[in-house]
């Protein structure tokens, strides 16, 4: 069991990659395993530091590979373990990822986003979006949650762990370049000041007693010999996995229900679509947000009435429509027609949303 | 008519004997080395803290060979699983249980840096010269001039580069608490011996510890019973069985 660092709310002034070894721990992390890759390093190098008074573990590995599929072991093993990554380190996490996926392996997986394809950018994008939420040779069995804040690194890292556990699939807090080097106030807090109980971990391997004597022995896979044994494998994770998305889902709206122009965005864009929203507001355009936290699964119903309500839709995100897909294929049906505000791998100010709404008012688009 | 064997094979404790016969092809040395695994297991009654981990392969048809806890895992990924377990649960025996393509090939960065970190675990490498799984393409392992079906004319040097010795390798660059031996099913009582010192090592704290096995794969080889076991007597010639490294304390483990 590792040591408490923050018992009372201390208001904090500090990166978000700093956040995220601080809620690690308020979630009582035993283990972190891990590679160095920017925009993510500090989230080790907190951990790190903070280990003589933690008492949490730590590895440093080799490459994402084994960072990834380390803390699987550390899971396997009955400890709440996770990892930090970025880039192209998520691309070949994604290996250790499908792994959780069959194997219905908690682990929490915290990604800071920076520019692609390839080695791109150190600095920031919403670029790893569609590899997060459907990454691996499979269905996209994960949760994803996407933050726009270091306050929301803080809850969301606390939360992912509950999920993991909680409903056994691997889950995933996405951030990006600059909530990871950003300094902002956060308030850490214990988790069960806020009524939190931590879920509580469990061995798969190491369990009480000798096993063959005293219990069977744990044989875990992730091979099949058969089609149909897969198949119902998948049959009973689908089902399991759509029982659980009313549960967990998560949107946040701003000024969205009288919205005639709903703009869809998520993580820090969704931000900056905010300082817009008032902007514009002001100027007498009636003009919304719709943030989903949830990227995996998506609040589909909300979304839905959301944009029937609204006369046009913009999706705006630091990508060429990562986002936009997963929303429009929940989307079908709907005759709202929608416009794009997409940059690749490059920050999105109020500035720019609120020139492309005045645009889209000019031109009613009817795509 | 055929006469019926009565007397049941001997197996080991640590072997889940409910699952009936192996899934390996017949005369696979795979079979002789879990079970001699299990014997050393039996021998210092480690059950209880060992974990065992397979790869992708035919190493994977051992993931409930084992009458100890164990977890398959990806091609080459056995090692950062059992390591990731040891440091979770750091009075674990973890045993990394794969063929030579996962330990030499897409595996070689982890058997590297387990073995330069001194990672407290056992890596049990099963060198049958091929893959096998697949069809038997060129291993790392595959000898010069020997027919796979990705060197149908032979493993030629010049193009394809010399056998990878791995336990040799391993001895250069591990510390003194560290246990390095290469084994063969042709002498399963010294293998014994082997993994012995190997698990003993780890279950003491002290280090990072490797065997590899030399092993047959009559199916891909196409070879017989007398010709599989020429071809072991071959492979033993080219790598040489015995002790690379073996710590002080451990040299009284017989």
């Known amino acids: 069991m590792v040591n408490k660092l923050i018992t009372e709310d201390t208001k904090l002034f500090m990166t978000g990659n700093e956040t995220v070894a601080y809620a690690a721990i308020a979630a009582q992390a035993d283990i972190m395993y891990g590679y160095p890759i920017t925009p993510q390093n500090e989230v080790m190098h907190t951990w790190a530091k903070m280990q003589p008074k933690t008492g949490a573990g730590f590895l440093q590995t080799e490459d994402e590979i084994s960072a990834g599929f380390s803390t699987l072991g550390g899971v396997i093993a009955g400890k709440r373990a996770f990892t930090a990554t970025a880039g192209p380190g998520n691309v070949i996490m994604q290996d250790a990822m499908s792994m959780a996926e069959m194997m219905r392996l908690p682990a929490v997986f915290v990604i800071l986003q920076r520019g692609g394809p390839s080695t791109a950018t150190v600095i920031y994008g919403q670029q790893e979006t569609t590899l997060t939420v459907f990454g691996g040779n499979g269905e996209g069995f994960r949760v994803v949650y996407s933050t726009w804040s270091n306050q929301d690194m803080y809850d969301y ?29 956060v308030v850490c807090y214990d988790p069960a000041s806020r009524g939190i109980e931590m879920v509580p971990t469990e061995p798969y391997v190491r369990a009480k007693g000798i096993p063959g004597v005293d219990r069977p022995p744990c044989h875990i896979r992730n091979a099949f010999s ?3 044994e897969l198949l119902e494998c998948m049959d009973n994770y689908q089902a399991a996995f759509d029982k659980m998305a009313p549960e967990i889902e998560e949107y946040y709206t701003y000024k969205a229900d009288d919205a005639e122009i709903l703009v869809i965005a998520h993580g820090i864009v969704a931000r900056s679509v905010m300082t817009a929203v008032d902007e514009l507001r002001e100027q007498g355009v009636k003009v919304g947000l719709f943030r989903p936290i949830t990227l995996r699964p998506l609040a589909v119903k909300p979304l839905r009435e959301a944009v029937s309500r609204a006369k046009q839709v913009l999706f705006t995100e630091s990508a060429l429509g990562q986002l936009a897909r997963i929303c429009l294929e929940k989307m079908y049906g709907l005759t709202t027609p929608y416009d794009t505000l997409y940059k690749a791998g490059f920050g999105i100010v109020g500035d720019d949303i609120v020139e492309k709404v005045k645009e889209m008012q000019r031109n009613l688009v009817t795509t | ?12 404790d640590a072997v889940n004997r409910e699952i009936g016969p192996h899934k390996f092809c017949p005369g696979c040395g795979h079979g002789m080395t879990l079970n001699t695994l299990g014997f050393a297991i039996d021998d210092l009654n480690l059950k209880e803290r060992s974990v065992f981990g397979c790869d992708i392969g035919c190493s994977l048809l051992a993931w409930n060979f084992m009458s100890i ?17 040891a440091r979770a649960v750091p009075d674990t025996v973890g045993i990394a249980y794969m063929g030579d393509g996962g330990g030499y090939a897409i595996g070689a960065q982890h058997l590297v840096n387990a073995a330069t970190r001194n990672e407290k675990m056992l890596v049990i490498l099963v060198n049958n010269t091929n893959y096998g799984m697949t069809g038997g393409q060129m291993a790392p392992t595959t000898l010069p001039g020997q027919k796979t079906e990705t060197t149908p004319y032979g493993r030629d040097v010049k193009v394809h580069g010399k056998p990878f010795l791995g336990p040799e390798m391993v001895a250069s660059i591990v510390g003194e608490e560290s246990y390095v031996a290469r084994g063969t099913v042709g002498n399963l009582r010294q293998l014994r011996g082997f993994m012995r010192k190997a698990l003993t090592n780890v279950a003491d704290g002290r280090g990072f510890s490797f065997i590899e096995v030399l092993s047959m794969c009559p199916l891909n080889w196409r070879t017989n019973n007398t010709d599989s076991w020429g071809r072991l007597k071959t492979m033993e010639e080219y790598y040489k069985v015995g002790e690379l490294r073996v710590p002080e304390e451990i040299k009284g483990v017989k």
């Open chain 1, 157 to 185: 890292t606390i939360k992912s762990f509950n999920t993991a556990w909680k409903y056994r699939w691997p889950t995933y807090v996405l951030a990006d370049g600059y909530q990871g080097k950003m300094r902002e106030p």
């Open chain 1, 226 to 228: 058969v089609e149909e």
């Open chain 2, 1 to 12: 008519m055929a006469q019926i064997l009565t007397v049941a094979p001997k197996q080991a």
């Open chain 2, 69 to 85: 806890d164990s977890v398959q895992t990806h091609h080459g990924r056995t090692t950062p699983v059992i390591y990731g377990i």
